[in-house]
């Protein structure tokens, strides 16, 4: 391997710590913020439409807090990858969408970035500084194929949601 290779690849490890990192500690970030106001985000998840939003609550925090950890880890990349896709397509679907493309109008911006940098980071792979690494699986799938496993699994996870527990109501209100 040439020095421009090694540092290509240098360059790409870099990259994949700084996504997982920027990600994952995002994920843990909101998860945590749901898990303090485990009845407030209770509240506003029945005004969007969610049956049983106190479990939604609690499903939320756990999902966002444990995919965001592995991602920082580097364990278990795809899947905690996928549940970020599935997580921010909830998101998506029941808040975001109808208010257009800016964050500004609580449009779907942000949370279509959250999720192009998750599905990243699958196609990446974790990097040599990851669990999957140290265990030897992160090219177990990796690549494109990865990348388009993630984006699928997150998104039928997304949906499945969105039809067993999502009823939206007459008119929206905004997060």
Do not use: C
Not at 148 to 162: N, Q
């Amino acid at each position: 391997m040439g020095f421009t290779d090694r540092r290509r690849n240098s360059g790409l490890e870099v990259a994949a710590l700084l996504l997982r990192g920027v990600v994952g500690g995002t994920m843990v970030a909101h998860g945590a913020k749901h898990a303090r106001s485990l009845d407030g985000t209770a509240g506003w998840f029945r005004s969007l439409g969610f049956e049983r939003p106190k479990l939604q609550a609690q499903a939320s925090a756990a999902v966002e807090v444990g995919a965001g950890a592995l991602l920082i880890a580097g364990a278990a990349t795809p899947v905690a990858a996928a549940a970020v896709v599935g997580t921010m397509a909830v998101a998506a679907r029941s808040v975001h969408v109808p208010n257009g493309f800016f964050i500004t109008d609580e449009g779907w911006e942000y949370v279509a970035s959250v999720a192009a940098a998750a599905v990243a980071v699958a196609g990446m792979g974790p990097g040599r500084v990851s669990v999957d690494h140290a265990l030897g699986i992160d090219r177990t799938l990796s690549g494109a194929r990865a990348l388009v496993i993630t984006a699928a699994v997150g998104l039928i996870f997304a949906e499945s949601h969105l039809a067993a527990f999502w009823r939206p109501p007459r008119s929206a209100p905004s997060a």
